[in-house]
């Protein structure tokens, strides 16, 4: 549309539109913040997969805590050894969605496995950025054995060993930071 000033000159009207610079920003904060975003979403896929690792091994540790208990009412106490050689899945009365059974390659990220030859409860990690701990042949994985706690008593001037409990202990140390905060103390 043309516009008539005092002097009879077209006014030229500017088609309304971004400029190359405002376009290039737009387009470097966007890329910016979805950075950000899938930064943190990955370090949240990370922290739910450490939580869900632990709530199953702490089914996994009651689940043996039940057996060793019903082994002591029954007074059979000396078998509570077995326990240590054993699957400790199998005293689950459902187990976990992602339990894959026998150790076998390949290997599934995300999954529990159990290695009868070491009788060692073993995780394979899927989102382990932060994970430290000694791995062979690169994959992340978390390896526990059952363990029985024992107390020496002293009963009628002799001293007896009893199981007092069962746990699972990892078999190498490992760290898998729960947020940023815990990072940076370590």
């Not at 990370?46 to 709530?55: F, I, K, P, V, Y």
Request: with cysteine.
């Amino acid at each position: 549309m043309w516009r008539w000033a005092r002097d009879r000159r077209p006014l030229v009207c500017r088609p309304a539109g971004f400029t190359l610079i405002e376009v290039a920003v737009v387009v470097i904060v966007a890329a910016t913040l979805m950075t950000v975003a899938l930064q943190r979403l990955a370090r949240y896929q990370e922290l739910a997969e450490r939580a869900a690792m632990e709530s199953t091994l702490r089914l996994v540790k009651t689940g043996l805590q039940i057996r060793l208990a019903e082994l002591i009412i029954e007074n059979r106490q000396a078998e509570a050894a077995v326990l240590e050689q054993e699957n400790p899945m199998q005293w689950l009365a459902e187990r976990p969605q992602n339990y894959q059974g026998e150790y076998r390659r390949p290997l599934q990220r995300g999954a529990w496995y159990y290695e009868k030859r070491h009788g060692e409860l073993v995780y394979v990690a899927n989102n382990a950025a932060s994970l430290e701990a000694d791995f062979e042949d690169g994959v992340k994985e978390v390896r526990f054995r059952a363990r029985l706690l024992k107390d020496v008593v002293k009963f009628g001037g002799a001293t007896i060993e009893s199981v007092t409990g069962i746990t699972l202990v990892p078999v190498k140390p490992y760290f898998w930071p729960r947020s940023r905060a815990d990072e940076s103390v370590a």
